[in-house]
């Protein structure tokens, strides 16, 4: 139980558990009067919070509300507002007018319209600089600036910006955790000239690239991943038939190799199609996947470090509760079980793995093991989170059958509040 006590002149008085969840999450807020509750947002100055007029109509926990069931809802009750979504320092704000789409803007540098613009080959970097300068003297918008330059058409414009927008949000319903404020607009706000796009297509698109994506992730493990031609070669005709274009394309560029990074950046393409080439090619026998020289001594990275300390602080807390229970040895062989099992999706990053007398999980056999993934084409940050949490799942779920509820319960708001501090 948590008690907060805010007196007549706005002072606060939070009693100890209050204090541990307010301390877990430090920072500055905005409050905002919702008929009888108070709900605080973060201000990280960024602009995200409620801007001069606009009032609070909806907020929650991503992991609680899936954004592609939020999103349907929102869609079929035809909604209007500003959907300020956020994940760690990331931040999406997608504006809904009635039911549909109508932009999305996002904190992150690679996601500007203009820098998209670019990728695409649409627009030169020197035409992307001039345009930068010219709107941050004017205060102007860097699309109309790059359509008054001629550096762009209407056309050419409204397409990418309907490209940036598919591509933002199918990545974004994806997240898993999170925070998502629903303001309703002032009256009088000016939508964005250009249609909105409808929002069920985007949400089956959306689903759409994410089931395709999971299938290519089997064989391409990220963006660094790296392929070269085959002996094979390809069949007469080939590139000529359009279901072949993106893939010949594709495979003009593998030579001697590439990343699908590196795909995407020479043919203007989105990450997605970049993706899809690659794993066209694989299949058809005539790329493969360059294996990297693995460094047996990789060092983990400053971030990936303190990644693996927090967690570590956690199992720590988990191996001190199952002591206080007299189940350590159990848990300790379940563990092992599930650090030495072939069958998990991670088995590949714990192999040699095992907890330390404290434990912990032993730094230098993951560091070894996370070398190698990384010069299969794996993202550490991703391996390392993803696997980490998934064991804390299977040590909390031990322990739920070695602790008193009320006990187990209380771990498990420990360990949430330790997580919070990777975000």
């Not at 670019?118 to 003297?137: F, N």
């Amino acid at each position: 139980m948590t008690n907060i006590v805010v007196d007549k002149q706005g002072a606060l008085r939070a009693d100890a558990a209050a204090a541990t969840v307010l301390g877990a999450a430090a920072g500055r807020y905005r409050a905002h009067r919702a008929g009888a509750l108070v709900v605080m947002t973060l201000d990280e100055g960024t602009g995200a919070v409620a801007r001069e007029g606009e009032t609070l109509a909806l907020c929650g926990d991503i992991a609680a509300m899936p954004l592609l069931g939020l999103m349907n809802m929102l869609g079929q009750s035809r909604e209007s507002g500003r959907l300020v979504l956020k994940r760690g320092a990331s931040e999406r704000v997608v504006l809904l007018h009635n039911g549909d789409v109508a932009s999305i803007g996002s904190n992150l540098p690679a996601d500007r319209l203009g820098v998209f613009l670019v990728k695409l080959g649409k627009i030169s970097e020197t035409a992307l600089e001039e345009a930068q300068r010219e709107s941050a003297a004017t205060g102007k918008r860097i699309g109309q600036v790059l359509l008054q330059r001629g550096f762009i058409d209407s056309h050419q414009l409204w397409r990418a910006i309907q490209e940036q927008i598919t591509e933002l949000f199918a990545d974004v319903v994806q997240w898993e955790e999170g925070s998502f404020v629903l303001y309703r607009l002032p009256q009088g706000f000016q939508m964005p000239p250009t249609p909105p796009l409808p929002m069920q297509g985007l949400l089956l698109e959306a689903v759409r690239r994410a089931d395709e994506m999971s299938v290519y992730r089997e064989r391409i493990p990220s963006m660094s991943a790296r392929l070269r031609r085959t002996h094979r070669a390809p069949p007469d005709g080939f590139g000529q038939d359009p279901d072949d274009a993106l893939a010949a394309r594709v495979y003009s560029i593998l030579a001697p190799e590439a990343s699908v990074a590196d795909v995407a950046r020479a043919l203007h393409v989105a990450d997605f199609d970049a993706t899809r080439g690659c794993y066209d090619l694989l299949k058809r026998g005539l790329a493969e996947l360059v294996k990297a020289h693995v460094d047996t001594h990789y060092a983990l990275r400053r971030e990936d470090e303190h990644r693996l300390e927090v967690f570590n602080v956690a199992f720590r807390e988990i191996h001190d509760e199952v002591v206080r229970a007299g189940q350590l040895e159990a848990f300790r062989a379940g563990v092992a079980k599930y650090l030495a099992d072939p069958a998990h999706g991670f088995h590949a990053f714990f192999v040699g793995a095992t907890l330390d007398d404290s434990g912990a999980l032993a730094t230098p056999p993951l560091a070894h093991n996370l070398g190698t993934l990384i010069a299969e084409g794996h993202d550490a940050s991703t391996v390392v989170t993803e696997a980490l949490t998934e064991l804390t799942f299977f040590m909390l779920f031990q322990c739920s059958s070695f602790l008193d509820p009320s006990i187990d319960e209380q771990l498990g708001r420990r360990v949430r509040l330790i997580h919070a501090s990777l975000r």
